[in-house]
């Protein structure tokens, strides 16, 4: 096309030859960009989880739109509206510091107030999974602690599940891919013998099938982000295209459910590749179950927004209503659910079939989670348990559940424990056949981990700078060259900085 434009002029270009050029490449790139396609979904039951800013932008979109968000999971990050007063307070107490829940209750209270946000009283219907390793020098366990305390002034927290016992770096966490367990490296994705995202699928959407193994049967789609946005994506962080997981089921126009993942800092797909949207865990998950996975992506930029590392927005950089329903990031990704949505047909919802199946699918050294599948003629369902072998059950739920999770608190580390299910009816309530067991972990390390590059760390007075060498503080450990590109991870112990991670205990 532009071949012929260029051959049928019989003069000299002028500027206004370029510009019907200019115009036609354009109308040719929008011709071709690649919408999202709409599915059999339901919207109002929209599951988001997200590492890191992705973490904090999860919690962000569940709180805006919690009138259609059931639950939401969190690797390593923060409460609501924790950096509002910019990036000096997202770079200190939110990342390393014990954040004040209450703050957090009274920013998300007046976003309520003035309709920035859905109701807080939804939030109830919400379950929570959080997970942060003791590893973590990057957002600090504290960080996550109160984020729990913040999400269980409006979540009971029988629905709120937090892992903290293992010894992960700042990373999403899997079962069979990625760095070794403890490292904080790209692409952020490390093998925890672990599975995050099938654990949180589980605990916000109930007992589900087993992720399938192999060859996946759906595939994943690339798709134009800007049609989703009120302005430029670049100027608001976002990349051009965005990723999406579609099992062939849903493409075959089966009911299916949507979960949003949002990647973290210096894990967009432009820094990492697939990493994230093929490799993170959820995508055989989704295939099994019906689950559509929608990836939304960030861009990195150093002039406007300032956003170097590719983050979401946590701390303001597109505005002050970043956290907000009307903000420029959380308006992009509703606008694309709400195209996802449009093929939903109601009453072709998946229907529950035979008796409930309960497992407990994780624990720590003090809490148990337990899921199990719906049932068509339930109510509600009772939680029963025994410590040990011999001992009976007992009921451990105030008044039937009407979700399809449970976390079982205030338990001994190191010890096992079984559990049954009571269905209830309007005719009463029978005992499950079955039962499922499980033991509680040994409490973590004590650990202080840091990890950043090697001259905030002497800036922070974590160690010393030598003829541009860099030194632990306390232990002299080498740490490499004394430059922003050198990042190291230290842990203090007995005063002193070292070089290195903190180890599990020894198994007694």
Known sequence: MFKKLCASIDRPPRIDDFIKISLLFLYATVATADPLPSFNLDMRATTVSGISSGGYMALQFAVAHSDSVTGVGVFAGGQYRC?????????????????????????????????HIAPTTNLSRQRAWLFSGYNDGVVKQPVMHSLYDYLTRYIPAEHVYFQDTLPAGHAIVTEQHGANCSLTDDPFVNDCDYDGPGLLLQHLLGKLTPPTTGTLSGRILTFDQSLYTRIETSRIGMAEKGY??????????????????????????????????????????????????????????????????????????????????????????????????????????????????????????????????????????????????????????????????????????????????????????????????????????????????????????????????????????????????????????????????????PVR
């Not at 990036?87 to 309709?115: F, H, K, S, W, Y």
Request: glycine share 10%; with cysteine; charged share 15%.
């Open 83 to 115: 950096a509002a007063d910019g990036i000096n307070e997202a770079l200190g107490p939110c990342m390393q510091g014990r954040p004040d829940p209450l703050a957090a209750v009274a920013e998300t209270e007046a976003a309520a107030n003035l309709g």
């Open 244 to 505: 999406l997981y579609v099992p062939d089921s849903c493409a075959q126009g089966e009911a299916c459910r949507v979960h949003i993942a949002f990647h973290g800092c210096r894990q967009y797909a432009g820094a990492v590749g697939d990493s994230f949207y093929r490799n993170a865990g959820y995508n055989p998950w989704a295939d099994s179950n019906g689950i559509i996975m929608l990836y939304p992506q960030t861009q990195a930029s150093t002039l406007v927004p300032f956003n170097p590392k590719g983050c979401w927005d946590w701390w303001g950089y597109t505005g002050s209503d970043f956290a907000y329903r009307n903000g420029a990031q959380i308006s992009a990704v509703r606008n694309m659910l709400e195209q996802l949505s449009k093929g939903f047909r109601p009453g072709t919802e998946r229907s529950a079939e035979g008796l409930p199946q309960l497992q407990a699918i994780d624990s720590t050294d003090r809490s148990v989670s337990l899921v199990w599948t719906s049932s068509p003629n339930a109510s509600g369902f009772h939680l029963y348990r025994a410590t040990g072998s011999s001992e009976e059950f007992r009921r451990i739920t105030r008044s039937p559940e009407t979700g399809h999770s449970y976390v079982d608190r205030g338990l001994t580390a190191a010890t096992s424990y079984r559990y049954r299910l009571g269905m209830v009816t309007a005719s009463g309530e029978t005992l499950v056949p079955g039962t499922t067991s499980i033991t509680t972990l040994s409490p973590p390390p004590a650990c202080d981990p840091y990890f950043n590059d090697n001259v905030t760390h002497v800036n922070k007075g974590r160690a010393y700078v030598f003829f541009g060498l860099t030194f632990a503080r306390g232990s002299w450990d080498y740490m490499g060259l004394w430059n922003l590109l050198s990042e190291t991870a230290l842990y203090r112990e007995d005063g002193k900085f070292q070089v290195g991670v903190c180890t599990p205990p």
